[in-house]
């Protein structure tokens, strides 16, 4: 399984590619990504091939540039990003949010469908409506004291609790079991990165009344649900619809619309057979999933994966119509590129510019064993630059990106023209021992604990050393900035220290850089893993923005 980017106009979707043959595309329920349909990609993968799409303002896909949208806003965000990949019809899956997404957009244009299959489609009163309206979309508003990720976890939790999450009664209690921590975490972790965007998806969803689309359905359609799922009740509520009694979608003779119930704790496997024979003998006409367009390069930043030797790696790049030498970017680990969006935003509209997530930080994979070292995760950086085929290319890294930077310079002098490194791991004050200590283990546990370790570990390191008044101090606890760092650290929970903890060690074994390349101090981005252990102290702006002008001139100087 692959993950990928495609741009739709001015945004970009993420989503998850495996398997060949004709295509079948999978939509998440709200409020996480496309994480919970891997097992059934998987399922799928040996016949199809498959998209996992991740929603508009959910997972790695923008929001679509409207205030309050629609399900009809997204079934059309739907076609336009079936375009841009090249698929021109597909067998069409979606659960919760995502069949009515797939409803919407197959009711409007059933030409592109050749199969619909819609696991738990929910069917609200007017007065259930109201109710969910009113209370199932608490914002997310991120709270000095980290609470509000409890708040998060508490709702996805009670998900599988009770039906709504927020009747805590015995006649709202569901009979299913508690999923494990690991999807308590996928889910939460959805929730908490679309933010303000969460409830938009889930807006329209429940003012989305099913039954007048179905009832002008013209593709074959396989409407179900398991006992397991809260909206199992509604599968009867569906037979109102008088079309649906006959099983005839309107303007549309013998396309039927088959309502099935699924087994008790039916899984991925089972949710896949019936999509094959729901697919089988429908597939005629359609072409086979075609290779992954590729990412256009603009000055505006882009996301797109890189493979490499640790695994496939995420980069943003961003590049004016003619360019210069490009900026190679190797952010704090563990911060993502997140942490230097602002420089790439600066940097891009007069140079190549290229911002790493290293491997097992942000959303870089990292193959198993989860223990690189600095010349290994330097290795994946230069698989970048091969990849993008950029030639000889500034070097800018900052704490662990820093000591990363370096060995890269160390190991392929020739791919660096000039070296700018800031804030390195001092090794008088930075053992390995402390890098540890700094990156505990952060395994997600049934009560979200976990999270609240996350938050408070990067809140201490905004405030370890900091005098009053030093280094933009008060944004180091700024929670929504603290948030989105956070993020970063629970998105990659099992491998997010390893980086950091490679480059504390390299810069332990002495100093990793090569004399034939020329090095400029430059301003660091905050770090609060290495606060009170870097061997620089921090400048005035503390985030490379007030001197990237000044930073760029003296790279051309003396790489000159």
Known sequence: MERHFVTVGDRQVHYLR?????????????????RPLRR????????????????PGHGGSDRLPLTEPGMADYGAALGETLTALG?????????????KIALAFAAAHPHRV?????????????????????????????????????????????????????????????????????RLHEMTAGLLEAGEAYPLAYRAAFTCDPLPLLDRLAVPTLVLASPDDPLHAHLARLHTGARLRTGTAAGAPGARIRVEHLSPGAGPTQVAARLRAHAADRSAGLS??????????????????????????LIRWAAPPAGARPLVVLPP?????????????????????????????????????????????????????????????DLYGTGAGGVIAAALARRHPARVHALALAALPDPGSLSADLAARRTPALTPDDHGTHLLRAWHLVRDGGLRATPPGACDGPSRLDPAELHRRVLDVV?????????FRAAVAGALAGPPGDPRIPVVAADPIWDPFLAGAQTAPASPGCDGRGGIDVLLSALDEVGN
């Open 40 to 55: 059934l990609a998987g399922e799928l993968a040996a016949e199809f091939g498959v998209y996992a799409l991740d929603t």
């Open 333 to 393: 680990a563990p911060a993502s590129g997140r942490a230097v969006a602002r420089l790439l935003d600066a940097v891009g509209t007069s140079r190549p510019v290229v911002a790493v997530d290293l491997p097992g930080t942000g959303d870089s994979e990292l193959r198993a064993p989860l223990d690189p070292d600095a010349d290994e995760l330097a290795g994946a950086v230069a698989d970048v630059l091969d990849a993008l085929g950029t030639g000889a290319a």
């Open 18 to 34: 495996a398997g060949r043959g004709v295509p079948v595309v999978l939509l998440h329920a709200s409020p996480g990504d496309h």
């Open 114 to 182: 050749a199969s619909l299959m819609l696991d738990g489609l929910g069917v609200s009163t007017p007065e259930e409506r109201a109710d969910q309206l009113a209370h199932y979309l608490p914002p997310v508003l991120p709270r000095g004291d980290g609470a509000h990720l409890v708040a998060a976890w508490h709702q996805v939790r009670n998900m599988f609790l009770f039906w709504p999450w927020y009747r805590e009664e015995p006649g709202a209690r569901l009979p299913a079991a508690m999923p494990s921590p690991g």
């Open 87 to 99: 698929l021109e019809r597909v067998h069409l899956y979606g659960t919760h949010t995502g069949a």
């Open 491 to 499: 998105k990659a929970w099992s491998s997010y220290g390893s980086a």
């Open 288 to 313: 086979p999933a075609p290779r992954p367009p590729e990412v256009p390069v603009t000055a505006r930043p882009a996301r797109r994966y890189v493979p490499t030797r640790l695994g496939r790696t």
